[in-house]
């Protein structure tokens, strides 16, 4: 099993930026990959980004270009650093870890609002 506990959300101006910190404990050695995602009121969970062992990234178009993603696997740790950030992008994001055959494994969400 696999702990997930993410950091750094909070309230931001659009235009701004914030950095999300996930750190992963337990059984990492299984973990082939980790992701973010989000889900806004009344709205679907959807990814927002996704980086396998071997760096390779992956972005939906609506954060393409201002999200990125990266780990640092001396500390077990993945961050979401969040540029130019808008209204739309408030929601609950959620760190996500992939084990392979042992399954997937959710953090405890982490309040992102963008407003004036």
């Known amino acids: 099993q696999v702990q997930l506990v993410e950091s750094g959300g909070g309230l931001v101006q659009p235009g701004g930026s914030l950095r999300l910190s996930c750190a992963a404990s337990?059984?990492?050695?299984?973990?082939?990959?980790m992701g973010w995602y989000r889900q806004a009121p009344g709205k679907q969970r959807e990814l927002v980004a996704a980086?396998?062992?071997?760096?390779?990234?992956n972005y939906p178009a609506t954060v393409k270009g201002r999200f990125t993603i990266s780990r640092d696997n001396a500390k077990n740790t993945v961050y979401l650093q969040m540029n130019s950030l808008k209204p739309e992008d408030t929601a609950v994001y959620y760190c996500?870890?992939?084990?392979?055959?042992?399954?997937?494994?959710w953090g405890q969400g982490t309040q992102v609002t963008v407003s004036s």
């Open positions: 980086i396998t062992n071997g760096n390779n990234t």
């Open positions: 996500m870890s992939d084990s392979g055959d042992y399954g997937f494994n």
């Open positions: 337990g059984s990492t050695f299984n973990i082939v990959a």
